[in-house]
């Protein structure tokens, strides 16, 4: 199975920067990449897919880019209702699908 | 607006067994593959199994195999998951999931609690 890591683990930033959340697969998946926001008591909500594709309604200040095993999602002007914990989703010749271990947005 | 709502959760004993139920409502059910994808507390997402529109195709997650099988009633607009011989390690909140695409999930329920302990 294609094992996915994340980085940084957890990051405390402050309102109007921008940030930089890393995803790494254990091999290269083709932009088959999924990112996802929770908010605690709440379920995930897809925010970009296919490494780059910003799923409707989602604010524009989301972006994601990579190729290969490497990605990344960038969130510019922090607000701060974008605190909560960003999953990355890999999908590459599905199933299985595996999650990244997730990384946690503090707002200062 | 679609609805996804998951029921059936509940505090169970090792080793037993669980029916969990996910009713769609908000899209035409009958074209959408669904997911059941589940988070053990305070720890991240694990997907859990798929099934095809038609039930066609049917997927696990190797930690569920043979102990977990998902089912749906389209006429319902229904999916379930049926679980046996549960472990401490099945204690998660379990959500259903889907996206017309298939593997990226747009649509989640608000998750059921599943809690294994004696």
């Known amino acids: 199975d294609i094992q996915m890591t994340q980085s940084p683990s957890s990051l405390s930033t402050s309102v109007g920067d921008r940030v930089t959340i890393t995803c790494r697969a254990s091999q290269g998946i083709s932009s088959s990449l999924a990112w996802y926001q929770q908010k605690p008591g709440q379920a995930p909500k897809l925010l970009i897919y296919?490494?780059?594709r910003l799923e409707r309604g989602v604010p524009s200040r989301f972006s994601g880019s990579g190729s290969g095993a490497d990605y990344t999602l960038t969130i510019s002007n922090l607000q701060p209702e974008d605190f909560g914990t960003y999953y990355c989703?890999?999908?590459?010749?599905?199933?299985?699908?595996?999650f990244g271990p997730g990384t946690k947005v503090d707002i200062k | 607006e679609v609805q996804l709502v998951e029921s059936g959760g509940d505090l169970v004993q090792p080793g037993g067994s669980l029916r969990l139920s996910c009713a769609a409502s908000?899209?035409?059910?009958?074209?959408?593959?669904m997911n059941w994808v589940r988070q053990a507390p305070g720890k991240g997402l694990e997907w859990v199994a798929y099934i095809s529109s038609t039930s066609g195709t049917i997927h696990y997650a190797d930690s569920v195999k043979g102990r977990f099988t998902v089912s749906r009633d389209n006429a319902k607009n229904s999916v379930y998951l049926q679980t046996i011989s549960l472990k401490d390690e099945d204690t998660a909140l379990y959500y259903c999931?889907?996206?017309?695409?298939?593997?990226?999930?747009?649509?989640w329920g608000q998750g059921t609690l599943v809690v294994v302990s004696s």
């Open positions: 989703q890999q999908y590459y010749n599905a199933p299985p699908i595996t």
């Open positions: 999931a889907t996206g017309i695409t298939g593997w990226q999930f747009p649509h």
């Open positions: 908000g899209l035409d059910f009958n074209r959408f593959a």
């Open positions: 296919a490494a780059s």
